[in-house]
């Protein structure tokens, strides 16, 4: 199977801001480019490397791979005879402006100075990252897409092609996502940038060639992880046992007396410590932010957050309108960052906008990361519709294969 890690440069590329700069894309194709393509848009902090296409398991957060790139994150979806099967899909990930596995985001050099744009990179939209990904597809040669399939941010890059380029997507699958952030996703993101620019070592933001800003990004990202579990898997995982072992890597706290460490203080500080290890600071700010002003209903996907906060079903369906194209909204049913109303809500605005939709429901309690860890479950969701659409569902406007994690919304 053919398999292409690479970048694409982009000599002049326009943001959403106004602002304009040299962007290297750097992307994964496997498969034949012959085949139906499948676009994959990956998380908040995943990469280009959406499998290794081999067979051989890697992991989202073990150490970068060789090239630098975040472990292969939906190995078990993605590759020969897997749901996403790349013996009979062209599947292309690229990874997003903003970000730093390999495409141009703010550790990367300002050609203009030689330093790292830093603060100074400019604000990137869901929308840049649409635009960038259509930029790449073109130099690919590819114009029409069977299917754009993401999850949690990924799965609004998804829904943002279905808005954009109507015409060149057949089907789209956000997976643990929504139309929009909720206030309280809204305020636990902003907590987590607070603690990262108030590090320090933050400074202005220029911190490189110096100490990063890790304890701050280590906290943001702790206090992330929170929301990527649920309360029950949580609880039923780690509950109110002892610590093991130390807390982490960040000092005791001076002020926890003789009380012991509790599991679930060193389990999210051995996720932080394991995440500042690869990811740059101001990229998480600047890609938590892109997430933060996504809002479909809303006229554009401008840097200008809408000051209303609202969900208004009529302006996502408009957002819609053009789209005629098959629609698989997954949603997972302990996610407490896109929950399943969400979900819903988006299944409901395609249905609205005249597309044929389908909303399945993951079962379980491992939270917003299930569409990650349950690849099963979101193999047999994915798979059958790239195949066959909605018509290769066994409900006719839901979902229904009678497998016990799926619940069927529409038709229920
Ligand atoms: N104290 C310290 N470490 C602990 C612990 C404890 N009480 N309990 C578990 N751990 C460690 C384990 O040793 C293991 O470490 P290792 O990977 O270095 O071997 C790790 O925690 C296992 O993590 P866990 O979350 O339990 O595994 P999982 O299979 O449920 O999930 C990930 C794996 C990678 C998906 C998850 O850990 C993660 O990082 N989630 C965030 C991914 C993300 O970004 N999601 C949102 C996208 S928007």
Do not use: K
Not at 108 to 118: A, K, L, R
Not at 235 to 250: I, K, Q, T
Not at 307 to 328: I, K, T
């Amino acid at each position: 199977m053919s398999v292409v890690r690479d970048s694409v440069r982009i000599d002049d590329f326009r943001f959403a801001s106004g602002d304009r700069l040299p962007l290297t894309v750097a992307y994964e194709a496997h498969g034949d480019p012959a085949d139906p393509t499948v676009l994959v848009c990956h998380a908040l902090t995943g990469s280009a490397h959406v499998t290794t296409g081999d067979g051989d398991p890697d992991w989202w957060d073990l150490p970068a791979a060789p090239d630098g790139q975040a472990g292969a994150w939906w190995d078990d979806v993605v590759g020969p005879g897997r749901a996403i099967d790349t013996d009979r899909y062209h599947v292309v990930c690229a990874n997003v402006p903003g970000s730093c596995y390999g495409t141009t985001g703010p550790a990367s050099p300002d050609p203009d100075t030689g330093e790292p744009y830093g603060p100074d990179f400019p604000p990137v939209t869901v929308g840049d990252w649409v635009e960038s990904q259509r930029r790449l597809l073109d130099t690919l040669g590819v114009d029409r897409l069977r299917a754009v399939v993401g999850g949690s941010v990924g799965g609004m890059n998804a829904v943002e092609w279905a808005r954009r380029y109507p015409d060149r997507v057949e089907r789209v699958v956000p997976v643990a996502t929504g139309a929009r952030m909720d206030a309280q996703a809204l305020a636990l993101t902003a907590l987590g940038r607070r603690a990262i620019v108030t590090d320090p070592a933050y400074g202005d933001g220029r911190y490189y060639g110096d100490s990063d800003p890790d304890e701050g990004l280590a906290q943001a990202r702790a206090l992330a992880h929170v929301t990527y579990r649920s309360r029950d898997g949580m609880d039923r995982r780690l509950g109110r046992d002892p610590a093991a072992g130390p807390v982490g890597p960040f000092g005791d706290d001076p002020a926890a007396d003789d009380a012991p460490a509790l599991a679930v203080e060193s389990y999210l500080q051995d996720r932080a410590a394991a995440f500042v290890e690869r990811f740059d600071a101001n990229a998480y700010l600047s890609l938590t932010r892109a997430m933060e002003r996504y809002d479909l209903g809303a006229e554009h996907d401008s840097a200008s957050p809408r000051s209303e906060a609202r969900e208004d079903a009529a302006d996502v369906a408009a957002a819609l309108s053009d789209f005629d194209g098959e629609a698989l909204v997954v949603s997972v049913e302990s996610d407490q960052l896109f929950t399943p109303a969400q979900g819903r809500r988006l299944a409901e605005a395609f249905d609205r906008a005249g597309a044929a939709v389908a909303h399945e429901r993951l079962a379980g309690d491992r939270g917003h990361d299930a569409f990650l860890v349950e690849t099963d479950a979101v193999g047999a969701a994915v798979g059958p519709f790239l195949d066959d659409g909605i018509g290769g569902a066994d409900g006719a406007d839901g979902v229904d294969r009678g497998a016990p994690v799926h619940a069927s919304l529409l038709s229920g």
